[in-house]
């Protein structure tokens, strides 16, 4: 209960959008691969680390912005930096094989579902609505990226459909987790100044109160 009054009355979460573009290209990315099964996995390559590497830049954004509002940043700055490197690794080297592939991507995946997992928490911690559907397309991201690492010789349109799917699921939870903060920026943005300094002035009491206990 205590969080949850910290939580409720800190300032709104900056460039919320960033998690909504990202979901975009994830989604995007995962189209592709359904509707191009037989390109070469040049081609695969190619579009993933660049996908990876613009969303992991702008994880890295966003987990800076927010280092004074999101009490998980680190988190999200690690995960954004860990992004970052696999898109460089894969376009220094986009000729990489067909089994070695699967296993950079469903790591990536993996993380980002083990992130979304958490976040869907820290959605239910806020008092958010529909945190269980975060915490599901989590779980569902963690399956399909299991797959990858676990069988990366699967090989095929098999494995085009599992990483199409994998991608999918992470854009999906990224569009779930940007309209969750878009809610909260705007319901904040909407709080007059004098409200605002009066919740300020709350919380330093209650820390105060809380503290001596």
């Not at 911690?125 to 299991?146: H, N």
């Amino acid at each position: 209960m205590n969080n949850l009054f910290l939580k409720q009355i800190k300032q709104s979460v900056k460039h919320w959008y960033i998690h909504l573009i990202i979901g975009l290209i994830f989604i995007a990315t995962g189209i592709w691969a359904f509707a191009s099964p037989i390109q070469s996995y040049v081609a695969l390559t190619i579009v993933f680390s660049i996908s990876f590497f613009v969303s992991g830049i702008m994880e890295i954004f966003f987990a800076i912005s927010n280092k004074g509002v999101l009490e998980n940043w680190g988190w999200t700055l690690a995960l954004g930096i860990f992004t970052t490197l696999i898109g460089v690794m894969l376009i220094a080297n986009p000729a990489i094989s067909a089994v070695t592939l699967p296993l950079y991507v469903g790591f990536m995946l993996m993380l980002h579902s083990f992130w979304a997992i958490g976040s869907a928490f820290d959605l239910k911690d806020y008092g958010v609505k529909g945190w269980g559907i975060s915490l599901f397309i989590g779980i569902l991201g963690v399956l399909f990226a299991a797959l990858l690492i676990v069988r990366p010789a699967i090989g095929g349109l098999t494995l085009v459909i599992w990483t199409g799917m994998a991608l999918i699921a992470s854009g999906t939870f990224n569009l779930f987790l940007s309209n969750k903060m878009r809610k909260i920026h705007k319901n904040w943005d909407n709080i007059s100044a004098a409200t605002r300094a009066k919740l300020e002035e709350a919380q330093t009491l209650f820390l105060k109160e809380y503290r001596s206990r």
